[in-house]
């Protein structure tokens, strides 16, 4: 009989949206640091080599810790700088591969944030994903990535590039006996004001996630506090840490509750 351990597979998670500045860094560091203290071990992947947010994020936890001599859960960091001949992509898409694979039978989560564009890296993670979670924030110029709307009239005239590579990951998912890919799109940077801009933004993703086949999570608030911890390498998560002796605000506390959300909103049974 096989030893458990041995048939330990990790939830894969895949941060993604093809456009930059949707706060895929920031939901990364939050979903792992969630898991950790719930108990699970987690492994993180950052393909965006050129930006690197996620590394920069996770590099200045462990100087803060080191600094102030305390213990917070740090994921296991693997950071992919893009290779730049293409003759050698082949090469590098099958050493991301493995890996993955490597880290599969060893954690129970692993969080890989993706390019803002696509490439090679891009397109390989998403071989792998048990779930896709695609930060959007209350912007015409995001959810075209999703569907090519006319809004003058509200139809929908075409799905957008976005859309298209995930029907195909779907299909190619489908080939390889994953027949359920678990694709949330997730508000981020979301104005804490209501507006008629985000008020049309949300219509008419409620009404792209029954016709494409994401669930649709309310994310996150575009909140100050999310930008202040990234340079202390903290989450909000953190907070409550009594070694930390930070004081939580209602905003903070809020902000927690966010993320406890999108955490939870990962279960297909949501």
Known sequence: MENEAENKKAHIIVIS?????TGKSTISMHLAIKL???????ATFDLDGRQGSLSKYIENRRR???LQNVDLPIPEHTRI???ENPYLFTQARDS???QIRQKQNSFDAIIIDTPGT????????HKYADT????????????NVIADIDYKTDRILKPGHYSNFIWDIKKYLASQGKPYLN????????SNFNSKNKTTIFSHLERLSKIYGFRLCPGLKDRVIYKELFLEGLTVLDMKNEALKMKMTVSHIAAKREINALAEFISPEQ
């Not at 949206?17 to 500045?21: A, D, T």
């Not at 950790?36 to 987690?42: A, D």
């Open 81 to 83: 700088h893009p290779e």
């Open 64 to 66: 803060f810790c080191e």
């Open 183 to 190: 694709w949330i799109v997730a508000g981020n940077k979301i």
């Open 36 to 42: 950790m203290l719930e108990g699970f071990s987690v």
């Open 17 to 21: 949206n093809e456009k930059g500045g």
């Open 96 to 98: 991301l591969a493995s």
């Open 132 to 143: 896709v979670i695609t930060p959007m924030s209350d912007s015409l110029i995001d959810l």
């Open 118 to 125: 696509k490439n090679y890296l891009f397109e390989e993670a």
